[in-house]
Each structure stands twice: as structure tokens, then as C-alpha cells.
């Protein structure tokens, strides 16, 4: 027997001095209710209401139980009440975690404009670019890159993460731009060693051609930093994320190479550590996220983060 809910009948019952009143008025059976105080009764071991005919009233120790159980009643609406209200506030702490570079350049920024917007939140945002256990760790928020495992995670699609084979200028007049990636081949290659570990980059053509080039070069790294410092230096060819080429590109620093053919993209989504109940402030800053990560949200991509999409807004319904 639930006994929040059969405290609460009972109040109900001395209240209209009636159990059909009562069931009507909750939506359920009368025997359900008679039955449902019988037990009340049995499990006190005292009679809490007197039945007649004319209806029922409390007795002694009912009315007494009575007094209490409204009181009880009262204080558990008001702890649900607060916690409805909390819940529905974005306000109090999220702790996230993301990849380094992502964090800084994209996710840092965003968050910073969401944070504007709601002075009460507190953000705690941890950058790893080896996966983080939610649960062990704590982590009300993680964004990842690439597609997810099953698990029991809560999961929403944010949006992609495109790649680009960028190179300087400078690289490609003295070695030759390349025409097809097989050219790669003769090119110095600098690796992402998160992603490209097997040392092979996985190109597509418009018209579907799928070709997989054995790459070779002087730096292998896992910082996209470093990777792009090497590549505006002229020191080879490098596959990066659209969001870290996009202000060399901007500048002339870096161009794309073979801009005929597709690299794997990546999804980004946001993961959290149940897909129940989630804190409405973790699913109003999820849904913020996706509104600026749609569409080619990298072409948006600045020194100083990134700006809405055209016409967009810096709501967060």
C-alpha cells in the first residue's frame, strides 16, 4: 500500500465525511478507497472513522491522525512544490565535459553567452580528450564526438562535425596541390593520432568513389593546436576539424586541398547520465546547444567563439 496516498484519502474522506464523495472526486472506485483506509486502520491498529448510514466522522484518534496527516500533507506540497521550481530554474551547477579542442574553441565560448543569459548558473567544464565515466566522475553533461556505443547514457544529436584536409599555400606551390588523394602519398602528411591512428585518411568522391590513402609525415600529435601551428607553418598536409582550420582559412593562412572529395564526418551529441528525469536546466542549455550547432554552424567560427546563425537568437526555448 502506498501510504502517502492513503494518508491522503483518508484526509479527503474526513474532509467530505463521505467515501463516495471522496472516490469521485479522485478519479477512483469507492471500494478502492473504503478498502484502502480498512488497511490504514489494521496497519495503526486503532478505528479512525465512525460508519453510518448518514456518513462517516472521525473518531477520537481519527481526528487526532487527522490534524497530523494534514500537516504532513502540507509540508510534503510544499517539498514538492520546491523542488518543481528548482527544477524548472536554470539556475545552480553543471558540471560538463568535453574535448580540448572543442572546448576551447567552440564549446568555452557558448557557454559564456549562456551563462550571460543566466546569471544563477554555475558552470564546471573539464577538457579531456579521453573518455570521461559520467557516473564515476560525476558529470551531469558531456559533448562527444563520433558515433555513441549503446549504453543506458542519455543521448540527444546535436549536430556534424565535418573535417577538412587543409595545407599553407606556401606547402602546395613548392610540392604541387594535389588532384586526387592517391598524390597524397607523395605529400608530408602531419597526423591527428586521436582519430587517424591507423595512419590512413578516407576520402569520397561526389560521385561515390571510395579511396583509402596510406599516409606518412614528420609529426604525429594528438593536439589539433599543434597540428594547425605545423600546417600554417608549411610543414605538410594535415586533416583537421572544420572549427580549427576555419580562421586560418579565413586569413589565407591555410586552403583546402582537394575540395572535390569528403572526409568522414563526425556526429556530436550531447550525453548525460540517464535518459530520465533530466534536470530541466541540463535540457533547456541541450537544447541552446543544438540551436547553435545547426546547419554549417562552423562557417560562424571566430577568434572569439562562435555567433548565432542568421536570423537566430539568443533564446534558449
Not at 5 to 10: D, P, S, T
Not at 150 to 174: E, H, K
Not at 180 to 188: E, F, I, M, N, Y
Amino acid at each position: 500500500m502506498d501510504r502517502i496516498q492513503a494518508l491522503r484519502l483518508f484526509i479527503r474522506v474526513v474532509e467530505l465525511a463521505s467515501f463516495s464523495k471522496a472516490a469521485a472526486e479522485l478519479g477512483i472506485g469507492q471500494p478502492a478507497v473504503t478498502k484502502q483506509v480498512a488497511r490504514l486502520e489494521r496497519l495503526l491498529g486503532a478505528r479512525l472513522l465512525h460508519r453510518s448510514t448518514h456518513g462517516v466522522t472521525p473518531t477520537e484518534i481519527g481526528l487526532l491522525y487527522y490534524e497530523k496527516c494534514r500537516l504532513a500533507s502540507h509540508h510534503l506540497d510544499e517539498a514538492e512544490s520546491v523542488a518543481t521550481l528548482l527544477n524548472s530554474r536554470i539556475e545552480g551547477a553543471i558540471r560538463i565535459s568535453t574535448s580540448v579542442a572543442f572546448g576551447r574553441r567552440v564549446l568555452g565560448p557558448l557557454l559564456m553567452r549562456f551563462m550571460h543569459l543566466h546569471p544563477g548558473l554555475q558552470i564546471e567544464m573539464g577538457v579531456d580528450d579521453r573518455y570521461v565515466n559520467l557516473i564515476e566522475q560525476g558529470v551531469d553533461l558531456a559533448i562527444r564526438m563520433g558515433r555513441l556505443s549503446d549504453s543506458t547514457l542519455g543521448a540527444r544529436f546535436l549536430g556534424i562535425n565535418p573535417w577538412t584536409l587543409v595545407a599553407s599555400p606556401a606547402y602546395l606551390r613548392r610540392h604541387g596541390a594535389p588532384a586526387h588523394p592517391d598524390d597524397l602519398r607523395a605529400l608530408d602528411a602531419l597526423i591527428y593520432s586521436t582519430v587517424q591512428g591507423d595512419a590512413r585518411w578516407h576520402f569520397t568522391a561526389a560521385s561515390g568513389e571510395a579511396v583509402s590513402v596510406p599516409i606518412r609525415g614528420p609529426l604525429r600529435s594528438n593536439s589539433l593546436h599543434l597540428l594547425l601551428g605545423a600546417a600554417e607553418d608549411g610543414m605538410g598536409v594535415a586533416v583537421l576539424p572544420r572549427y580549427v582550420a576555419e580562421t586560418a582559412l579565413r586569413r589565407g593562412a591555410l586552403q583546402v586541398a582537394l575540395p572535390d572529395w569528403k572526409l568522414p564526418s563526425q556526429e556530436i551529441h550531447a550525453v548525460y547520465p540517464s535518459p530520465r528525469m533530466v534536470p530541466s536546466k541540463v535540457s533547456r542549455l541541450i537544447g541552446w546547444l543544438r540551436q547553435h550547432l545547426a546547419d554549417d554552424w562552423w562557417t560562424r567560427v571566430a577568434e572569439r567563439g562562435i555567433v548565432p546563425p542568421a536570423g537566430g537568437t539568443d533564446s534558449t526555448s
